[in-house]
T-cell receptor, first 116, second 114 residues
Framework: SQTIHQWPATLVQPVGSPLSLECTVEGTSNPNLYWYRQAAGRGLQLLFYSVGIGQISSEVPQNLSASRPQDRQFILSSKKLLLSDSGFYLC???????????????FGPGTRLTVL | GENVEQHPSTLSVQEGDSAVIKCTYSDSASNYFPWYKQELGKRPQLIIDIRSNVGEKKDQRIAVTLNKTAKHFSLHITETQPEDSAVYFCAASLGGSTLGRLYFGRGTQLTVWP
């Protein structure tokens, strides 16, 4: 069966510091991967998605970036954090390259980031 | 792109009553509509979904209806229980796309009072 991991689970960082959040998926190959941010305990904002290694699409221009160095690894980064970057960061996956299927996404446990 | 509106933003009901959450979408090409439940501090989890070739789907106390002409779909929870308290998200997607993007509504905070 497939599982998705995220770490760290919680993170407290000062303003201006760098960020690296990691997401890995097990039990599947060539998944589509997604990064979401959830601020103030509500709406899910799509930040980045990837359909393959090195292929990253950005939904919202900001001081965050994403990379996919391996098939089942997705990394969210920042060079300098802002107060507004605080939130709950969720990674999600779905089977990729499956035409005719429907798009259920499976979410990871999330990383709660607090920028002080 | 697709735009999904969700109402109400908050909903309080007495245990045993029914709860209804409504969503509208803008892109007539969308054909897959999942609903996610997110308990406090947890990840969103799929509770039910519907495809555009179906008008209604039920799973025990939960049902979803879809009106393609009007471009709206609804979640119905009957005989609500305190453990149904959570944030519920609707979403729309173009099924069969390799991108697999989901467009989410802003969420509904459901509180069920015992």
């Amino acid at each position: 069966s497939q599982t998705i991991h995220q770490w760290p689970a919680t993170l407290v960082q000062p303003v201006g510091s760098p960020l690296s959040l990691e997401c890995t998926v097990e039990g599947t190959s060539n998944p589509n991967l997604y990064w979401y941010r959830q601020a103030a305990g509500r709406g899910l904002q799509l930040l980045f998605y990837s359909v393959g290694i090195g292929q990253i699409s950005s939904e919202v221009p900001q001081n965050l970036s994403a990379s996919r160095p391996q098939d089942r690894q997705f990394i969210l980064s920042s060079k300098k954090l802002l107060l507004s970057d605080s939130g709950f960061y969720l990674c999600a996956w779905r089977p990729g390259q499956v035409r005719g299927s429907y798009n259920e996404q499976f979410f990871g446990p999330g990383t709660r980031l607090t920028v002080l | 792109g697709e735009n999904v509106e969700q109402h109400p933003s908050t909903l309080s009901v007495q245990e045993g009553d029914s709860a209804v959450i409504k969503c509208t979408y803008s892109d007539s090409a969308s054909n897959y509509f999942p609903w996610y439940k997110q308990e406090l501090g947890k990840r969103p989890q799929l509770i039910i979904d519907i495809r555009s070739n179906v008008g209604e789907k039920k799973d025990q106390r939960i049902a979803v209806t879809l009106n393609k002409t009007a471009k709206h779909f609804s979640l119905h929870i009957t005989e609500t229980q305190p453990e149904d308290s959570a944030v519920y998200f609707c979403a729309a997607s173009l099924g069969g796309s390799t991108l697999g993007r989901l467009y989410f509504g802003r969420g509904t905070q459901l509180t069920v009072w015992p």
